[in-house]
């Protein structure tokens, strides 16, 4: 069953990443930037996003460790800014739209959790297992992308409206971003982020999520 649900956790993160990617994608195309497109991006088909370490490497290390929370990320979609119509919000709309779509699917399908009867999954647990995972990750994926540290999305937000007199700030972040997100997964910084999805978790769907997600 541990096999199972480890292989299903894995396609859903997959998947739910390539949304992600695509998200960024199709903002950046309809402000003007065709970059995405040319680089042949702006496809569901999975070989064309995963990155080796992100895609496959560190989801397996993150299982292998205390608590089996599997997590990862795909290559960043190809974006050129200065190609957006709108050169104020453009960097900001397209940083936001990959969160924002790992959001949409959690509130979809943590509604369906909410107003399906409990009779039902009594039938069909698989189908419970399925839509917990599905939210659960998609709300992990939005969450930990929205921190303001370099690579991550939410760091384009943070220096938009940084004030000039803090460009130091967004140079230390610049040049150690990557360490200070390593030192975050790996060393128990994660922690706090888990206690916030669970809390949107529950927001959403009115109720806790079974065990085996690494709670």
């Known amino acids: 069953m541990e096999l199972i649900i480890t292989i299903f956790s894995l396609v859903v993160l997959l998947f739910s990443i390539i949304i992600h990617e695509l998200s960024h994608g199709y903002v950046a195309y309809s402000l003007g930037d065709h970059t995405a497109k040319y680089a042949g991006r702006?496809?569901?088909?999975?070989i064309k996003h995963l990155?080796?370490?992100?895609?496959?490497?560190?989801?397996?290390?993150?299982?292998?460790?205390?608590?089996?929370?599997?997590?990862?990320?795909?290559k960043p979609v190809p974006v050129n800014p200065y190609n957006f119509k709108d050169q104020k919000w453009g960097s900001v709309k397209v940083s936001v739209a990959g969160p924002i779509s790992n959001?949409?699917?959690?509130?979809?399908?943590?509604?369906?959790?909410?107003?399906?009867?409990?009779?039902?999954?009594?039938i069909?647990?698989?189908?419970?297992?399925?839509l917990q995972g599905i939210v659960w990750i998609n709300l992990l994926l939005a969450l930990f992308n929205l921190l303001p540290i370099p690579p991550l999305d939410g760091h384009w937000i943070l220096f938009h409206f940084l004030p000039r007199r803090y460009e130091r700030i967004k140079f230390f972040l610049q040049q150690?971003?990557?360490?200070?997100?390593?030192?975050?997964?790996?060393?128990?910084?994660?922690?706090?982020?888990l206690n916030l999805v669970m809390i949107v978790y529950v927001f959403i769907t009115g109720s806790l999520p079974l065990e085996f997600f690494g709670l």
């Open 176 to 193: 150690y971003g990557i360490f200070i997100l390593i030192l975050l997964i790996f060393f128990g910084g994660f922690k706090w982020l």
């Open 51 to 74: 990155d080796p370490f992100g895609s496959i490497i560190l989801p397996i290390i993150m299982f292998l460790l205390p608590g089996g929370i599997i997590f990862g990320w795909a």
């Open 124 to 130: 069909t647990p698989g189908l419970l297992i399925i």
């Open 42 to 46: 702006l496809t569901l088909n999975p």
């Open 103 to 122: 959001i949409s699917l959690a509130v979809i399908f943590g509604l369906l959790l909410r107003f399906i009867p409990n009779e039902f999954f009594i």
